[in-house]
Nanobody
């Protein structure tokens, strides 16, 4: 499976972006059953979980993005989305998607991610 994230860019504080991540070469039945997540990695820092969504569409968010970000998925397109609203400079990072497993590492290789830069 290849993970291809897109939609990042430069935006002013308070602005919005919509990120997409397609799991190419993924079998529909496999993708549909996976818990998926968005992660981000600010420059010089560790990668962190931002939001996750179950195969059934239940979502959970980290406190820092709650109320501002929305994760969704389209299983038919093997794609997971992240709507980013009310962006802050502290949201600046490379954003990645992957599977989510609370007991282990993500299942798939990390893609190249997409860079979000928020200016003040």
């Amino acid at each position: 499976v290849q993970l291809q994230a897109s939609g990042g860019g430069l935006v002013q504080a308070g602005g919005s972006l919509r990120l997409s991540c397609k799991a190419s070469r993924s079998i529909l039945s496999v993708f549909s059953g996976k818990n998926m997540a968005w992660y981000r990695q600010p420059a010089g820092k560790e990668r962190e979980l931002v939001a996750r969504i179950s195969g059934g569409g239940e979502s959970t968010y980290e406190d820092s993005v709650k109320g501002r970000f929305t994760i969704s998925r389209d299983n038919g397109k093997r794609t997971v989305y992240l709507q980013l609203n009310s962006l802050k400079p502290s949201d600046t990072a490379v954003y990645y998607c992957n599977t989510y497993d609370p007991f282990g590492a993500p299942d798939w290789n990390w893609g190249q991610g997409t860079l979000v830069t928020v200016s003040s």
